[in-house]
T-cell receptor, first 115, second 115 residues
Framework: SQQGEEDPQALSIQEGENATMNCSYK?????LQWYRQNSGRGLVHLIL?????REKHSGRLRVTLDTSKKSSSLLITASRAADTASYFC???????????????FGKGTLLTVNP | KAGVTQTPRYLIKTRGQQVTLSCSPI?????VSWYQQTPGQGLQFLFE???????NKGNFPGRFSGRQFSNSRSEMNVSTLELGDSALYLC??????????????FGPGTRLTVL
């Protein structure tokens, strides 16, 4: 089963509005990452937040992590039409045997920003 | 710097055949990871190579294998192809810290169709 689950599955907003996407996961993590994927630029790494961090910023992006609730959120402020894409969270965690790390993606949120 | 390159970009095979996909990382990157993306299962981690050794692996059967060469280029092989192996195969390179600790840069992918 997926380690990360994004919510909502789809989000449609107007340019200039803020977009918030949430991610929940099941097991302890080493870190959590957010990615964007669109047809023009492929899959792009946006931001990484470690398990001992609570918040990180990068330009118009703000990510929070609540390890007690096993959840993360990605906020995109002042959205633009170019932000239209699928957004995925991915968690890095040890496998059940503790022998190696795995990176597990959620199914993504499809964000549409209307001009 | 040139980005991550993957060859071929498109491939059509029939059931039972085998296929080899190639990935050239960004110069100076020592870690290469492989992912499978399908509409049904989403993005799934296959394995990660670092310094010619498989360092981490996902939950795929042994039909999926890979290797890394001394110049960090990597190949992925799928034997005895099944219809369900039809997918976009992405590779990503990073400097080589632990899985997911460095920014991963993705290639455009190889679209494999199994008939």
């Amino acid at each position: 089963s997926q380690q990360g689950e994004e919510d909502p599955q789809a989000l449609s907003i107007q340019e200039g509005e803020n977009a918030t996407m949430n991610c929940s996961y099941k097991t302890s993590i080493n870190n959590l990452q957010w990615y964007r994927q669109n047809s023009g630029r492929g899959l792009v790494h946006l931001i990484l937040i470690r398990s001992n961090e609570r918040e990180k910023h990068s330009g118009r992006l703000r990510v929070t992590l609540d390890t007690s609730k096993k959840s993360s959120s990605l906020l995109i402020t002042a959205s633009r039409a170019a932000d239209t894409a699928s957004y995925f969270c991915a968690t890095v965690h040890l496998n059940s045997g503790g022998s190696n790390y795995k990176l597990t993606f959620g199914k993504g949120t499809l964000l549409t920003v209307n001009p | 710097k040139a980005g991550v390159t993957q060859t071929p970009r498109y491939l059509i095979k029939t059931r039972g055949q085998q296929v080899t996909l190639s990935c050239s990382p960004i110069s100076g990157h020592r870690s290469v990871s492989w992912y499978q993306q399908t509409p049904g299962q989403g993005l799934q981690f296959l394995f990660e190579y670092f310094s010619e050794t498989q360092r981490n692996k996902g939950n795929f059967p042994g039909r999926f294998s890979g290797r890394q060469f001394s110049n960090s280029r990597s190949e992925m092989n799928v034997s005895t192809l099944e219809l369900g192996d039809s997918a976009l195969y992405l590779c990503a390179s990073s400097l080589g810290g632990g899985l997911g600790t460095d920014t991963q840069y993705f290639g455009p992918g190889t679209r494999l169709t199994v008939l």
